[in-house]
Each structure stands twice: as C-alpha cells, then as structure tokens.
C-alpha cells in the first residue's frame, strides 16, 4: 500500500506540529524523517505529474512548523 498521499502527507505535518507543540523534538525528528521519506516516495511516484501547488503549500507548511524549532536548535532559546 502506497502511504505517501497528500493527505498523508498534510496529516504527518499536523503531527509535526502536534509533537513541535509539546515540545516532543525526539517525535517531530521521528515525524519529520517520516514525512521525508513519504515526500520522496511521492515525488517519485507522480514524478511531471505532481500538483505543484499542493506540494508547495506543503512545503511552506513545513518550513513555517521547522522555522521555530530551527531556531531553538542554532540559539539554544526560543524566539
């Protein structure tokens, strides 16, 4: 069965976000690694024929979920 759905994908950003929340970092690694490879299974998967601007909401939901943690990771503090 093929996991790696924009839903799926959508649904692991909502658990990043979840674990980001609690400040759970082992699980958002653990649910960033899985959203990884689902992207890349995706993108393999549909190749020239993936939504572009599904996969760019995704990936801008991304960054904006890393962008706090990223931040706590260089600086040691929350912004």
Known sequence: MNDATPDALHDDLV???DALEREDFRC??????????RMRQ??????????LLALRELLTL??????????????????
């Not at 958002?28 to 490879?37: E, M, S």
């Open 42 to 51: 995706y993108i393999d998967t549909v190749g020239m024929q993936a939504p």
């Open 28 to 37: 958002a690694g653990d649910v960033l690694a899985l959203h990884d490879r």
């Open 15 to 17: 658990d990043l976000r």
């Open 62 to 79: 991304q960054h904006r979920l890393q962008a706090p943690a990223l931040s706590v990771h260089a600086t040691g503090t929350l912004l």
